[in-house]
């Protein structure tokens, strides 16, 4: 059986154990709530998160298509990027997905299934680089609306006490 057949017969497992990686790099009670909680309305992160990582597994086979992996990373991402993760914690989770993947596999290497796997893993490596992107691309915005509100802020401040004239119309 090919990579790319066992990837598919093996999909749900694959997801499952991405998927608990994933959860293990948030903290310790944190992690037992995502995991335990299966509604997604008291849970949507561990929702989002596991729906999206379904739809990247998925897509590792012929289906590949960066949009379309850009398009499920970025909830995730988005998610991580405003929690207290550095860019390493947050994108590293991509990585996980090469030792599940690794992990499963069930017959030695043969030259046809080498090729396979260095494609699968150009693949996973693009994953990393569009995380990547997606992250600082939401820092930035965050750090971007910190500053405005600390702008505003002091702003409002000086009016109040009267340090700040109003220029005249012309």
């Known amino acids: 059986m090919g990579l790319i057949a066992q990837l598919a017969v093996k999909q749900d497992a694959i997801v499952d154990k991405w998927f608990a990686r994933v959860i293990d790099t948030y903290p310790a009670e944190t992690a037992r709530f995502l995991r335990r909680q299966k509604d997604p309305f008291a849970n949507p992160v561990g ?3 596991f729906q999206n990582l379904a739809t990247l ?3 590792l086979d012929s289906d590949w298509d960066p949009e379309k992996a850009r398009a499920a990373l970025d909830p995730i991402m988005r998610i991580r990027a405003i929690q207290d993760f550095s860019p390493a914690q947050a994108t590293g ?5 090469k030792q599940v993947i690794r992990g499963m596999m069930a017959s030695p290497m043969d030259p046809g299934r080498i090729e396979n796997l260095v494609a699968l893993d150009q693949r996973i490596d693009e994953l990393i680089l569009i995380a990547f992107d997606i992250f600082m691309l939401c820092r930035e915005k965050i750090y971007e609306l ?3 509100e600390m ?3 002091t702003y409002k401040a000086f009016a109040k006490a009267g340090l700040i004239k109003e220029a005249a119309d012309e």
């Not at 989770?93 to 997905?97: A, K």
Request: no cysteine.
């Open 47 to 49: 929702q989002t998160t």
């Open 57 to 59: 597994v998925a897509m």
């Open 93 to 97: 989770f991509v990585f996980d997905l």
């Open 146 to 148: 910190k500053a405005n």
């Open 151 to 153: 702008k505003n802020t």
